[in-house]
């Protein structure tokens, strides 16, 4: 069992100044929306176990699908804040695979400039509170402007799906980056098969039941010959594609943008102008987002953003953001907006929602383990 850090106090005191109510989520969550939108980071941590009725269950690996699961099945009335402190769960090559989160989920909040801006706000202030006097580091990256981009250059909509689900994975999009400069290169499904030349899901599914039969493969459960059939038709039609070399060096260009927030509008708006690329609504938001976190950021912190710069979490809609100790390798705090995660859940409408977490152990450690 891990321990309570010494300063969960000073946490929880912070919590009750901002207005943020106190939430207990169970540690046994149903493991299904963790699998299909935690991102694949965190399914690869899981630790998943079953009910006595065969219910796919896991332990507790974060605390923002629970939450808004909870809230969901409580039908709070909005806007809502909620805090938690508690144990998550992961396995993890290096440090404990159970240890403490806190933060604050901010659950239907119409002001999406304000709510962000309050967020990593919020987040930042909690630092200050346990790692006083510490410089910091906040790094900001936005989902929407991204797609905002991916959709502007024309890509194909199965292009924009890959490159977006990469976004805060940068191997996965390095490697989506190079497939999609040669996109003869890697593997690329037999375009001799009549269901794959002619486009056809059906005729391609009932190819992949046959071999599937064949090979004594169950076709009735896991992947369904109709999934894998129109899987492997996306990536025929994703390796067809080849972007003509100025739109490939616009989104090399929009990735390498890295600036200070205060710099960011106007880099991000040249950029457009330069590239020829209408980008008005994205930047609309960014720009009311960024004048908000200007009013609300505290003078501790250095905040800078980076173009590139997402989180893992498939459930990610728009801002995104880590905060650092000035010179360190690890965030303290990861955070960013979900807006279609409550429908995803099961909402009866959309809820917009942004929230942080914070790593116990890593805030820990640079206050030397609690002495």
Not at 225 to 245: G, Q, S, T
Not at 309 to 324: A, K, W
Request: glycine content about 10%; aromatic content about 8%; overall charge negative.
């Amino acid at each position: 069992m891990s321990r309570i850090p010494v300063f969960a106090a000073d946490i929880l005191a912070l919590f009750a100044a901002l207005g943020a109510e106190p939430i207990d989520v169970p540690v046994l969550q149903p493991a299904d929306p963790f699998l299909d939108m935690a991102g694949e980071d965190l399914r690869r941590r899981i630790f998943l176990t079953e009910s006595e009725t065969g219910e796919a269950l896991c332990l507790r690996p974060e605390f923002t699908i629970p939450v808004c699961l909870d809230h969901i099945a409580s039908r709070a009335g909005t806007p809502r804040r909620y805090a938690y402190l508690g144990e998550v769960f992961r396995q993890r090559r290096g440090g404990a695979n159970e240890f403490f989160q806190a933060g604050i989920e901010d659950i239907g909040e119409e002001n999406v400039a304000e709510a962000d801006a309050r967020s990593v706000a919020d987040a930042a202030a909690l630092l200050e509170v346990t790692l006083p006097g510490r410089a910091l580091t906040v790094t900001l990256g936005d989902q929407a402007v991204f797609e905002a981009v991916l959709a502007a250059l024309g890509l194909p909509r199965g292009w924009q799906k890959r490159l977006a689900r990469a976004f805060g994975a940068p191997d996965l999009l390095e490697a989506a980056l190079t497939d999609l400069a040669q996109p003869a290169n890697g593997n690329v499904p037999d375009r001799t098969s009549p269901g794959i030349a002619t486009g056809n899901p059906a005729a391609l599914a009932d190819e992949v039941r046959q071999m599937m039969e064949a090979a004594g493969f169950p076709t009735s459960s896991g992947r369904t010959p109709e999934d894998i059939a129109r899987r492997l038709i996306e990536k025929a039609e994703l390796a067809r594609v080849r972007l003509p070399d100025s739109a490939f060096a616009a989104l090399k260009a929009f990735l390498g943008i890295h600036v200070p927030l205060d710099r960011a509008v106007d880099t991000l708006a040249e950029f457009a102008k330069a590239a020829g690329l209408k980008l008005d609504g994205g930047l609309e938001l960014f720009s009311a987002r960024a004048k908000a976190i200007a009013r609300h950021a505290g003078p501790a912190a250095e905040i800078r953003y980076d173009a590139a710069f997402g989180r893992p979490l498939d459930y990610y809609t728009g801002l995104v953001f880590e905060i650092s100790a000035t010179g360190g390798a690890r965030p303290l705090v990861g955070g960013g907006r979900y807006d279609r995660l409550l429908t995803l859940l099961g909402a009866k409408a959309p809820i917009p929602g942004v929230g942080f977490s914070m790593w116990l152990d890593r805030i820990d450690e640079l206050r030397g383990g609690g002495r």
